[in-house]
């Protein structure tokens, strides 16, 4: 019998995204580094804060590794920079960004009783979690790359972590845009200055992960 304890292969994760609807995979790659970073979440009752969920890969990752786990999605949607100025170029992606949220909706149906998706801007929506004193025990922030958009989106979720949460960053080495200020790392960077001594590194590579002590 699987239990939250039995390891998961990668042919098990590929079987939560059969009939779901993907056009891009950024994010399966990480699986194998998530499973070692969350093992220790598997059995227990957790709350995972989402910041960028496009069309719910990482969601659906979270959602079957995690099955105690209550998620909370913020995204708004409408694509990061990256995302915009391509379907400002192409028709194709135009479309795509246009059909994110109702795949995103499809993708993560069956999960619907464990999701609460908040459709907001993540600085509006994580001033809002703060005030209402909500707390996770896991984040993931992957929504908006630019420097100052992971900086505000890093400085607003620090709050809300449990101590001992756990904060993953994607793409810390990130760097498509021609603007350094346009890539996450000077945003991750000056984050983790700002809080020296309340995080131990766990994770350090092209993801970033860190434990709030
Ligand atoms: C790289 S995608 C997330 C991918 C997803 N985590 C995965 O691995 O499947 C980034 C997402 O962040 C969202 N986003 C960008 N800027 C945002 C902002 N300021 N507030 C909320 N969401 C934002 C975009 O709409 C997009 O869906």
């Not at 709050?159 to 001992?164: A, I, V, Y």
Request: proline share 5%.
């Amino acid at each position: 019998m699987q239990t939250a304890q039995s390891p998961v292969s990668l042919e098990e994760t590929a079987r939560w995204y059969e009939g779901k609807s993907f056009v891009t995979d950024w994010t399966s790659w990480h699986f194998p580094n998530w499973m070692k970073l969350l093992a220790p979440y598997r059995d227990r009752p957790t709350r995972l804060l989402e910041i960028g969920s496009w069309e719910g890969r990482s969601a659906l990752f979270f959602l079957n590794y995690l099955p105690q786990m209550q998620m909370t999605c913020v995204d708004t949607f409408a694509g990061g920079q990256e995302h915009q100025e391509a379907a400002s170029r192409s028709p194709e992606d135009a479309e795509l960004l246009r059909s994110v949220e109702r795949r995103f909706d499809a993708n993560t149906g069956a999960f619907s009783g464990r999701i609460e998706k908040i459709k907001a801007s993540s600085v509006d929506a994580l001033i809002a979690l703060g005030v209402a004193e909500r707390r996770f025990d896991i984040a993931y922030i992957d929504g908006g790359h630019r420097a100052r958009e992971v900086y505000a989106d890093s400085v607003l979720t620090w709050p809300l972590m449990e101590s001992g949460g756990l904060v993953i960053f994607d793409d810390y080495l990130w760097e498509e845009m021609p603007d350094p200020m346009d890539n996450p790392k000077p945003g991750v960077d000056a984050f983790l200055k700002s809080i020296e001594g309340q995080f131990r590194m766990t994770h350090n590579d092209y993801q970033v992960a860190i434990a709030k002590i």
